[in-house]
């Protein structure tokens, strides 16, 4: 089956520094969500993306659609102590599959 | 808007007690309902989908069964619990195939 390799597994940044993360894929995704889950919560979505090469903000956050369809990248700029969490990649295949894969996580840790 | 409903939050139940978990959606017509498990260490396996009433699809074989019986209604049952179907359990919605909206969750442990 399809696999993410989702690097780094762990972070540990001093606040205001930037952060970056990505996944990569042995195969082809038609699209890249970016989530964040907070301790005893659900995933919640921050950043979705449909074509290769597409760049896409949200607020602090960037995250690209790799050309190549096989990986993705999220960068948080001025990170701050709410960023703590663990940040997930996940892909879909396209038309035809209902399965998301997703990445392990980047538990990502701020130091004030 | 459209919003997510899972309950309960947290539930400890005995080895060999059934289960029921409840999961629904408002503000949409016809979503795919998925229902994933998060054990420590994070990763993320999906356990069953379901793109219309009635039509479960089932991704690993395991101790646990799902049912749609309304439209924005999905429930994750078992008739005797194991202590490996301890785990944080999560319902999402989504449609399109591909993004996917997360409810809180339910931690379960099983003792």
């Known amino acids: 089956g399809q696999q993410l390799n989702q690097s780094p597994q762990s972070m540990f940044i001093q606040e205001g520094e930037d952060v970056s993360m990505n996944c990569t894929s042995s195969s082809i995704f038609n699209t890249w969500l970016w989530y964040k889950q907070e301790p005893g919560e659900g995933p919640v979505l921050l950043i979705a993306?449909?074509?290769?090469?597409e760049l896409t903000s949200n607020g602090r956050l960037t995250a690209q659609f790799g050309i190549t369809r096989k990986d993705s990248f999220l960068n948080i700029s001025a990170s701050i102590p709410s960023d703590v969490g663990i940040y997930f990649c996940?892909?879909?295949?396209?038309?035809?599959?209902?399965?998301?894969?997703f990445g392990k996580g980047t538990k990502l840790s701020v130091i004030p | 808007s459209q919003t997510i409903h899972q309950w309960p939050a947290t539930l400890v139940q005995p080895v060999g007690s059934p289960l029921s978990l409840e999961c629904t959606v408002e503000g949409t017509s016809n979503p795919n309902l998925y229902w994933y498990r998060q054990a420590a260490g994070r990763g993320l396996q999906l356990l069953f989908y379901?793109?219309?009433?009635?039509?479960i699809s089932s991704e690993v074989p395991q101790n646990l069964s799902a049912s749609r019986p309304q439209d924005r209604q999905f429930i994750l049952s078992s008739k005797k619990l194991l202590l490996s179907d301890s785990g944080f359990y999560l319902c999402a919605w989504g449609t399109h195939n591909t993004e996917a909206f997360f409810g809180q969750g339910t931690r379960l442990t099983v003792v």
């Open positions: 993306l449909y074509k290769a090469g």
């Open positions: 379901s793109v219309g009433i009635g039509q």
């Open positions: 996940a892909g879909h295949p396209g038309a035809g599959s209902y399965q998301l894969t």
